[in-house]
């Protein structure tokens, strides 16, 4: 197997330096994370959503490191590469005003509601606004299905980061790979480190390793970036030795779409529909259950006012970086697209000399893949545990520490599932390209959150139908895509076809059948 570890530049014997400044980040990180479990109340509450006690900062910081995944470093910095400076358009510009929206217009209400009624997991806010217990028997699998692609983003992420970095480091251990420290490996110490500090204080230990893992991953993409910079002679003389992606590089066409395709490097229709795309976070479950952390509504104003800014800061660098890899000074050797993520690692490793700042940076880019990580275990565990196990049970049936021992051992099944996958898929297509998949599913089922919070006549049925129909649409055009790759619909996202399919079987099928009780209504629209 040709390995795209091989892709790191050979340039003698290999310092060990990176290797042990990222060690040395993953025990400070461990230390805090054990740290912040000391203060961890032992109950199932506190375990779940931290007993609705995180501030604004840490809301900030939770809510954005948990946004932030291989998908905006290594994700964006390889699609740029591949089609220009219209990745930032795709993704970071409508982002940063729509994921703004969705705090305010859907976050802050489900945080009261939750917090007014007890609910711990979106599928017991759902149950309760459609009067269904089967609602969650249905969704619970479609959001594990949707969350496995996620996940499988932010670890294969670390195999492209870690693998060219380590590239030559030892050879005489691992000669398959290059020298290079092999995935499995990797996955095991990445998977590792997560669980150990999940495990040691849940929802209130992951806002505290977000907290400062965000610190990182955004301290050194700037470092990063300005480092690179400096190398091609400054900020101009870098954009203007850039090609500017695979797509900037097609010939001229005589339409106004050839002509946007042609400078931006995406079709104007495809363009307009991923706006469709950054509504995911309306249905995270895993943001979700951060927003039910905070402590007052009040904790949502820094998260509404400063989440379009970080975004900025993170997704700026990492696109020009991508766009800077175009040009014939990068050097940059061409890549298929299974191997476009390795664009950020390959420009680290041969632009900046340091072997202390390779590790630094390398570093931050795992702190963004590991915020996303642990929420996303620490959620499946939650929503187990509450939908599935304890639904429909007394509840003194369990005590604390049995609830908490259920939520960690499906933790563990699905850590060791999505371990599993990562080996067999390393080789998948771009990450960004099957973080688009993850998405489309996510925000096009944010039709039934938005629906159910604001239209009074939203039923059962109609929940039921937006469901179904949005998950055969998603499904349809993920198996024609070759199960992930990239797809259109004639220029349109799927995500948006979906989106509006699940909108319209909501209305519809609402009309026609019975409205939901006198007592719900009052319970979720006081």
């Known amino acids: 197997m040709i390995s795209i570890l091989a892709q790191a530049p050979d340039a003698g014997p290999v310092s060990l330096t990176p290797l042990i400044v990222i060690g040395c980040y993953l025990a400070l990180l461990l230390g805090l994370a054990m740290f912040s479990g000391k203060l961890f109340r032992g109950t199932s509450k506190d375990y779940f959503v931290a007993s609705h006690s995180i501030g604004p900062f840490m809301l900030l910081m939770s809510v954005f490191g948990t946004t932030m995944t291989a998908f905006a470093l290594v994700g964006s910095t390889g699609k740029t590469f591949q089609i220009g400076v219209g990745t930032y358009g795709l993704m970071a510009s409508s982002s940063g005003l729509i994921h703004a929206a969705c705090f305010f217009l859907i976050g802050i209400r489900v945080w009261a509601i939750a ?73 095991i110490v990445i ?145 298929p697209d299974a191997k476009v993520g390795a664009v950020l690692s390959i420009m680290i490793a041969k632009l900046v000399a340091s072997p202390v700042i390779i590790g630094m940076v390398t570093a931050g880019i795992l702190a963004a893949i590991m915020s996303s990580l642990d929420s996303q275990f620490l959620c499946l565990g939650t929503m187990f545990t509450n939908d599935i196990v304890l639904h429909n049970k007394p509840k003194d049936k369990y005590s604390d520490k049995k609830t908490i021992l259920i939520a960690r051992g499906f933790i563990i099944a699905i850590v060791l599932v999505t371990f599993i996958l990562s080996l067999l898929l390393q080789n998948v297509q771009n990450v960004f390209d099957l973080a688009i998949w993850s998405f489309s599913g996510f925000g096009a089922l944010t039709a039934l959150v938005f629906t159910s919070l604001y239209w009074k006549g939203a039923t059962k049925h109609g929940a039921y139908a937006c469901i179904i129909v949005v998950a055969s649409i998603w499904m349809f055009f993920f198996w024609k895509s070759g199960w992930g790759g990239e797809y ?24 026609f059948t019975k409205k939901p009780s006198e007592e719900t209504i009052k319970k979720f629209f006081p």
């Open 191 to 335: 998977c590792g480190v997560v669980l150990a500090y999940i495990f040691a204080g849940g929802s209130r230990a992951a806002a505290w390793a977000n907290t400062f893992q965000t610190i990182v991953f955004m301290a050194m993409g700037v470092l990063a970036f300005t480092l690179i910079s400096k190398h091609f002679g400054g900020l101009e003389a870098a954009i203007k030795q850039a090609n500017g992606g695979h797509l900037i590089r097609t010939p001229d066409e005589i339409s106004i779409a050839g002509k946007f395709t042609r400078e931006i490097g995406i079709h104007p229709l495809t363009f307009a529909t991923y706006m469709f795309i950054p509504l995911s976070v309306g249905m995270f479950p895993h943001l979700f259950q951060h927003w039910l952390t905070a402590k007052s509504a009040k904790s949502f104003k820094l998260t509404v006012i400063a989440h379009p800014l970080c975004i900025l800061i993170v997704w700026v660098p990492c696109v020009l970086i991508g766009l800077w890899a175009t040009g014939t000074e990068a050097g940059m050797p061409p890549l």
């Open 488 to 511: 259109t619909v004639g220029h349109v996202m799927p995500v948006a076809i979906a989106f509006m399919g699940g909108l319209i079987a909501m209305i519809v099928v609402s009309l």
């Open 115 to 187: 917090k007014r009624h007890g609910y711990v997991t979106q599928i017991q806010f759902f149950r309760g606004r459609f009067e269904s217990s089967g609602i969650g028997y249905l969704l619970f699998p479609i959001l594990v299905l949707l969350v496995i692609p996620y996940l499988l983003i932010g670890v294969i992420g670390s195999y492209r980061v870690i693998g060219p970095m380590t590239a030559g480091m030892f050879p005489n251990v691992f000669e398959a790979t290059g020298g290079s420290v092999p995935p499995w490996i990797i996955g």
